[in-house]
């Protein structure tokens, strides 16, 4: 056994001479010894083996009689990368030296070790011997973890465990016990090693202390725990918890005990007794309702706030537990998983559910509870709070449908300006209002005229089950219901809802026909055209159409038809060979003709708005009169040249001018006119700055989510982060003691002290790095391009979830590719989605189970850049989701918001990246994303 370290400032009994002291503790414990697959190996300072246990004989070969008395160096034929003299000398400076050699075999076969040297001393302080501990790291890199974590076991159990620590055979006698222990009894270790254990013990305690050993013994290997009072030798009471696990020896069972001093955690408990009803009160003016439930989870105590309205009749819950009350949510899943937290008797936090309330509405409340365990550590139920979310629902609800609203216009607007061909433009409208609606048919029909003698499908998009109404551009009579739905949607001015619930109806031959159960149509006006009828079907089954829906189709109706109009007058002026005022005018963009002098020759009345001028004033002028010459010469003329040498082309951009900065949709055309050369360009524009702002304004409200998002999984995570800074505040602690005490000695060791001092300041900066990488997740600043290293961010995100990892119990593996190339991005955004994919990873296998839970987090060069994978072993991806996994606010877990995903996605698509997903055989799942390389921008 190896000396304690704080041995030579703690008091110690008078003991015997220290070789005949080790001697005997090897002959104690050679049986544990020789049940580690370890070498250990005992040589004196003359380099003799004067112990060599079992691991050695099966690792080296060689058996222990035939081994001692060698020289360990020349036997072992020892190798390394460090000179055997300057691992000896730090051996004899330091005390102990870790690193690897390469010993042989007796078989002459190399074996490469992790070896630990420990050096011994004498009472004297004068080095006897030295402990090497061997560990085969060649084909067991596995194995030695377990060895090492046995090792610390053993050193914290009899060397540096600040607890008392016993070993009892199954007699119940004390077979050995640390100092700490005998002396927070007040006793020598030589005064209680040999007595009966339940003599420290309390004497109404000792039955049920000796009740427990018994059982621990019947049951090997399993830890058992209980709470029990010691007595001093001065005869005062010691509070303890206590940790049994027996384990067999050759020489038979024993029981190894932990005991941890819990006097003051007592003296505390009673005084958190007394101040309950204090804590009542503040939970009252804290939190809208205070609740227990008993070990049946049943409810025992509710009280209200008295702002908590609606509130339900006293008592009408007590007896019955929380999901044996009416709800309206979570669903079963959700349930399930809650019954589960709470059987585990572990604590939650912000479950949601949601109930009637007797006035028919819905309150929303976020549920958190603590368990509670008797002094016997029997479970006895939960203690909690709840708060009222309702008006946090609603506003989320609000954020929601406001952001669906403008992403779902943003696409629509998209498929208008993707081109100027009008089939096509209305194919691509029509193909995402299909999909934003996720409706069975979307469509439009030409003239919407009640009077008129026939009329056509235009276009259509549909469902594959529902195939089109009818044949795209086929002439059709007009019969009497198309003529009643037709002067129906006209007379409305917005949309229309037909079928089931409305009081429009779809007529009973028109829903046989063409499996018609609900539809929605709207009449759209462009100018200088006939009335068009835009309208969606619901094939598969009735619907009811909510308001946000009707307002978001008449919104998109009311953009088609601004489109058809640009559209149409783009076709006319395609297909004839003059302009008539009457197109120019009914146009709803700005439209310009300008000759090859750079003169209008004629604009209509949007472009004269467009530029603050009356349009009769602009014809004759120069361009440069109307725009300025500095936007003439560095926009307009370059566009202009190009369009007279006879290409046709359209832009969009923001532009600065004299009225300001504005967002323009450019089209050119060259205009022969009876001749091969252009002698015109027709010029539409489009001012679409109030859009762009729209859409910016989008892009700054899912910047704003994903950092509430980034800010919710800092929450999440913690209790990882706390113990991420604690690491280096602890280590600060321990050297500024160390400090003090080199410069109390006589005399003063100056350069001990100074190396404390730089182990503060290292650990100081080792502190501040982990604050550095919080603000950084958390500040909102704008993206910004620069040269990152995955590898790092990686291991960031490890160290801020690696105590969540080991509070569910997470083995992790992590395989980062040396020398993996650097991307160009936003290191913030890149570690938010790393971040979110671990934080996934880790609540997916955070469900009570007995599977294997493994995270694998990867990082390798792929083609053109790199990839990162990061794969559990939860329950995996449910085929019903997986289509929509990605897709905003869409969420499989009872708290999420659903954007964590989305946000992801599309940060790696901004960097140029994808991100995928896939099955991990044989349960879990797989993220991936990968980067380019070599490319500032993406």
């Known amino acids: 056994m190896t000396k304690r370290k704080d041995e030579e400032t703690l008091p110690r009994p008078p003991c015997r001479p220290f070789e005949r002291r080790a001697e005997a503790l090897l002959r104690e414990h050679a049986d544990l010894l020789d049940l580690t697959h370890d070498a250990m190996i005992v040589r004196d300072m003359e380099a003799s083996i004067t112990y060599w246990n079992r691991g050695a004989e099966q690792m080296y070969g060689w058996t222990a009689e035939e081994a001692l008395g060698q020289s360990a160096p020349e036997l072992l034929k020892t ?77 914290a159990a009899f060397e540096a465990n600040p607890t008392m620590y016993f070993i009892i055979d199954a007699a119940g006698a004390i077979l050995s016990v640390n100092p700490v222990g005998a002396e927070q009894l007040g006793w020598r270790v030589s005064q209680l090693v040999g007595q009966p254990v339940l003599n420290v013990f309390h004497e109404a305690d000792r039955e049920f202390v000796q009740g427990n050993a018994e059982e621990a013994f019947r049951q090997p290997g399993r830890v058992m725990r209980w709470k029990a009072r010691k007595v001093r030798k001065d005869g005062t009471l010691l509070w303890v918890r206590e940790s049994a696990n027996a384990v067999v020896l050759r020489s038979g069972p024993v029981l190894l005990v932990a005991c941890e001093d819990i006097t003051e955690r ?23 309702v205070y609740w227990e439930s008993d070990a049946e989870h049943r409810f025992t105590r509710q009280e209200y706030s008295a702002r908590f309205d609606r509130a339900p009749a006293a008592g009408s819950e007590i007896g019955k537990t929380r999901w044996e009350v009416p709800y309206l949510e ?12 709470l059987d585990a008797h572990v604590p939650f936090r912000d479950f949601e559910l949601a109930r009637a309330t007797s006035d028919g509405g819905i309150r929303h409340v976020s549920v ?22 309702t008006e946090r629902k609603r506003a989320e609800e609000a954020l929601r449908a406001h952001l669906g609203f403008l992403e779902s216009m943003n696409r629509v607007n998209r498929a208008m300006q993707g081109t100027n061909d009008l089939e096509k433009m209305m194919s691509d409208v029509l193909d995402v209002v299909l999909d934003i609606f996720a409706c069975d048919r979307a469509w439009l029909t030409y003239p919407c005229d009640p009077e008129a003698d026939s009329w056509r499908m235009v276009m259509e998009q549909t469902r594959p089950e529902f195939p089109g109404a009818f044949r795209l551009g086929a002439e059709l009579p007009l019969d009497a219901e198309v003529a009643t739905v037709f002067r129906t949607a006209r007379a409305a001015g917005g949309a229309v809802p037909f079928g089931p619930g409305w009081e429009l109806q779809v007529s009973a031959q028109l829903a046989e026909r063409f499996s018609i159960r609900s539809v929605l149509a709207m009449a759209l006006y462009p100018k200088g055209d006939q009335p068009y009828l835009f309208g969606l079907h619901q094939c598969s089954r009735p619907r009811t159409w909510t308001a946000q829906e009707r307002r978001l189709f008449e919104e998109i109706g009311h953009r088609l038809s601004d489109a058809l109009t640009s559209l149409l007058i783009f076709r006319s002026l395609r297909e004839s060979e003059y302009l008539t005022r009457q197109v120019f005018e009914s146009a709803s963009d700005g439209v310009a003709v300008i000759g090859r002098d750079y003169r209008y020759q004629r604009v209509n009345e949007v472009y004269g708005r467009t530029w603050r001028t009356p349009a009769e004033a602009i014809v004759g002028t120069h361009v440069a009169d109307v725009l300025g010459s500095d936007f003439f010469e560095r926009a307009v003329k ?40 252009p002698e015109a360009a027709l010029v539409i524009t489009r001012d679409l700055t109030h859009h762009i702002l729209a859409s910016e304004a989008l892009r700054e409200a899912q910047a704003a989510l994903a950092r509430v998002n980034r800010v919710t999984t800092l929450g999440v995570l913690a209790a990882s982060i706390a113990h991420e800074v604690n690491q280096p505040l602890g280590a600060m602690a321990a050297s500024a003691g160390s400090c003090a005490r080199w410069l109390a000695a006589q005399p003063p060791e100056i350069e001990k002290a100074q190396r404390s001092l730089e182990r503060i300041a290292r650990d100081g900066k080792r502190a501040s790095e982990v604050i550095d990488r919080i603000r950084a997740l958390v500040m909102r600043q704008p993206p910004r391009r620069d040269r990152v290293d995955l590898n790092q961010i990686i291991l960031d995100v490890i160290a801020f979830t690696r105590d969540q990892m080991r509070r569910n119990d997470i083995a992790l593996e992590s395989t980062l590719a040396e020398g993996l190339s650097p991307v160009w991005g936003d290191r913030v955004q890149l570690q938010q989605v790393v971040v979110n994919l671990i934080v996934n990873a880790i609540e997916a296998m955070s469900a009570p189970g007995d599977r294997p839970r493994q995270l694998v987090i990867g990082a390798s060069e792929a083609e053109g850049g790199v990839c990162v994978e990061v794969r559990d072993t939860g329950p995996g991806i449910a085929s019903d989701i997986s289509d929509k996994l990605f897709e905003p606010f869409h969420t499989s877990k009872a708290q ?35 980067l ?3 490319q500032r921008e993406p």
């Open 932 to 934: 380019p390389v070599g």
């Open 79 to 155: 190798l390394s990368a460090v000179p055997l003299e300057q691992i000896e000398s730090q051996v004899l400076r330091t005390g102990r030296w870790e690193g690897e050699l390469v010993h042989h075999r007796r078989n002459g076969t190399p074996v490469v070790v992790e070896s630990r040297l420990a050096l011994q001393r004498n009472e004297r302080g004068e080095p006897v011997a030295i402990l090497a501990t061997n560990t085969d790291i060649t084909q067991h890199k596995r194995a030695e973890e377990a060895r090492q974590d046995l090792e610390e076991q053993w050193r």
């Open 896 to 930: 999420g918001i659903g954007m964590g995903l989305s946000i992801s996605r599309s940060i790696i698509e901004a960097h140029g990246g994808q991100l995928w997903t896939a099955p991990n055989l044989p349960h879990g799942a797989v993220f991936q994303f990968s």
């Open 266 to 288: 007592k003296h505390a408990e009673e005084a958190l007794r007394e101040s309950e009803e204090r804590f009542r009160t503040l939970v009252k003016f804290s939190f809208d």
């Open 638 to 677: 370059p566009s202009l040249d190009r369009c007279f040498d006879g290409e046709q082309f359209t832009f969009a951009e923001w532009s600065t001018t004299e009225l300001g900065r504005i967002y323009l949709s450019v089209s050119y055309s060259p205009l022969r006119l009876g001749s091969e050369r």
């Open 330 to 341: 979570p669903d079963e899943e959700a349930w399930r998983q809650h019954r589960a937290a």
């Open 368 to 389: 958190s509870g603590l368990p509670m365990f008797d002094e016997a550590g029997r479970f006895t139920g939960y203690r909690g709070v709840g708060r009222d979310i």
